[in-house]
């Protein structure tokens, strides 16, 4: 688990007159096992501060730490997170299980065993159990987003980013969901930045 430190950090796309400042100079300390909501109308630049704390943006000026360390240099994989998106990016010829263990066996050198334990006992508390033979097109949307984050739980990351995870399930299941995330964050403790442009969401 980490802190995450945003100082003074700044994202321009393009040059001249043609460019778009996206972030502009924000500054934030997010503690070690913290929830933090980051809530704003679509294009107020939520999705690129995430991309940039996951490395998979620069940032143009700026420094992103994560625990104790400066990351800047550091790719995605390296810093130790978990992303879960608004359109759950689940291979979709790949079954439960593997959808959940792939991150594991591509990212870390578990035995095959310790990777089966770990995605079957998550599954079983996402309440997927049953699911984990089936491809994500047999599954509903609710089903489908329970994978996705977990997948991102099985991961046991530094930090979970979620950008709009619920924005593609109806409202009576986002209810649900926003609830178990919740608890879910409360259980596992891990420092998790959220994203919605959502107002009861980011409350609730
Ligand atoms: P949000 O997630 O809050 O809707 P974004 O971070 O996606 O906002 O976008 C913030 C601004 O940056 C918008 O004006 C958007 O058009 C612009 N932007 C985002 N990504 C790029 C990019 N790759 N190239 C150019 N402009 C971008
Ligand atoms: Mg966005």
């Given at each position: 688990?980490?802190?995450?430190?945003i100082?003074?950090?700044?994202?321009?796309?393009?040059?001249?007159?043609e460019?778009?400042?996206?972030?502009?100079?924000?500054?934030?300390?997010?503690?070690?096992g913290?929830?933090?909501?980051f809530?704003?109308?679509?294009?107020?630049?939520k999705?690129?501060?995430?991309?940039?704390v996951?490395?998979?943006?620069?940032?143009?000026?700026?420094?992103?730490?994560?625990?104790?360390a400066?990351?800047?240099?550091?790719?995605?994989?390296?810093?130790?997170?978990?992303m879960?998106?608004?359109?759950?990016?689940?291979?979709?010829?790949?079954?439960v299980?593997?959808?959940?263990?792939?991150?594991?066996k591509?990212s870390?050198?578990?035995?095959?065993?310790?990777?089966?334990?770990?995605?079957?006992?998550?599954?079983?508390?996402?309440?997927?159990g049953?699911l984990?033979?089936?491809?994500?097109?047999e599954?509903?949307?609710?089903?489908?987003?329970?994978?996705?984050?977990g997948?991102?739980?099985?991961?046991?990351?530094?930090?979970?980013?979620?950008?709009?995870?619920?924005?593609?399930l109806?409202?009576?299941?986002r209810?649900?969901?926003?609830?178990?995330?919740?608890?879910?964050?409360?259980?596992?403790?891990?420092?998790?930045?959220?994203v919605?442009?959502?107002?009861?969401?980011?409350?609730?």
């Amino acid at each position: 688990m980490a802190s995450i430190t945003i100082d003074d950090v700044t994202k321009e796309f393009g040059e001249g007159s043609e460019s778009v400042v996206a972030v502009d100079d924000v500054s934030l300390d997010i503690k070690d096992g913290e929830f933090v909501v980051f809530v704003g109308p679509s294009g107020s630049g939520k999705s690129t501060l995430m991309r940039i704390v996951a490395g998979l943006e620069t940032q143009t000026e700026g420094d992103i730490e994560i625990g104790d360390a400066i990351v800047n240099q550091l790719g995605p994989r390296a810093r130790d997170i978990a992303m879960v998106f608004q359109n759950y990016a689940l291979y979709p010829n790949m079954t439960v299980e593997e959808n959940m263990s792939f991150g594991l066996k591509m990212s870390t050198d578990m035995s095959d065993d310790a990777i089966e334990e770990s995605v079957t006992s998550t599954a079983q508390m996402m309440d997927i159990g049953e699911l984990l033979d089936n491809k994500p097109g047999e599954l509903s949307g609710g089903q489908q987003q329970r994978v996705a984050l977990g997948r991102a739980i099985v991961r046991d990351p530094n930090v979970f980013l979620m950008d709009e995870p619920l924005s593609n399930l109806d409202a009576k299941l986002r209810a649900e969901m926003r609830t178990e995330i919740n608890r879910l964050q409360n259980d596992l403790g891990v420092t998790t930045l959220y994203v919605t442009h959502d107002q009861t969401e980011a409350m609730t």
